[in-house]
T-cell receptor, first 118, second 114 residues
């Protein structure tokens, strides 16, 4: 499989559940990202990883916990979510290690996980 | 922090007409301005981008202009086709220095009527 893949594509969970979203990139990129896309709101950048090191956490609640075990894989662990966390969660990757390149480059997005919290 | 405003939120044009979408940003340190297209049920994909050292960039029917003084940039689509119908997002990226971020506009839903 090529590009950026995400599993599962759809997820329904209760507020007391624990689940994980998975992202895999097959592009040889050095940076990976988690975004949240809610209806009628701008895409929100949640976490930034560069060479497996977290370099940004944009004031995301602790009920979202990212993990990047290697440069090809990124996880988002979810626990005790709220209904307002229901959204499309997009993973993305970019080529450069941006601390060298300067700034984020072209984002290659995965298909997203549609999350519904009951 | 950076704030990106995008207008209009919806735009309907007749096939063959031009479409223009405008964005403004607040942080003069922003130096990279991409535009993404997201078709219904699909992932966002980059269609064109511009860096702050360039005022205009063109790729076939798509062009982007940047006015650094006024802190706004625009997407221009000429000779629109029904397959251009999608949601378009602008974004502004703030260069490194410990602040690595990309802020998106709220999106413009473009409908091209045949």
């Amino acid at each position: 499989e090529t590009g950026v893949t995400q599993t599962p594509r759809h997820l329904v969970m209760g507020m007391t559940n624990k689940k994980s979203l998975k992202c895999e990139q097959h592009l040889g990129h050095n940076a990976m990202y988690w975004y949240k896309q809610s209806a009628k709101k701008p895409l929100e950048l949640m976490f930034v990883y560069s060479l497996e090191e977290r370099v940004e956490n944009n004031s995301v609640p602790s009920r979202f916990s990212p993990e990047c075990p290697n440069s090809s894989h990124l996880f988002l662990h979810l626990h005790t979510l709220q209904p307002e966390d229901s959204a499309l969660y997009l993973c993305a990757s970019s080529q450069d290690e941006f601390r060298i390149a300067g700034g984020l480059g072209e984002q290659f997005f995965g298909p997203g996980t549609r999350l519904t919290v009951l | 922090g950076e704030n990106v405003e995008q207008h209009p939120s919806t735009l309907s044009v007749q096939e063959g007409d031009s479409a223009v979408i405008k964005c403004t940003y607040s942080d003069s340190a922003s130096n990279y301005f991409p535009w993404y297209k997201q078709e219904l049920g699909k992932r966002p994909q980059l269609i064109i981008d511009i860096r702050s050292n360039v005022g205009e960039k063109k790729d076939q029917r798509i062009a982007v202009t940047l006015n650094k003084t006024a802190k706004h940039f625009s997407l221009h689509i000429t000779e629109t086709q029904p397959e251009d119908s999608a949601v378009y997002f602008c974004a502004a990226s703030i260069k490194g220095g410990g602040n690595n971020d990309m802020r998106f506009g709220a999106g413009t839903r473009l409908t091209v009527k045949p």
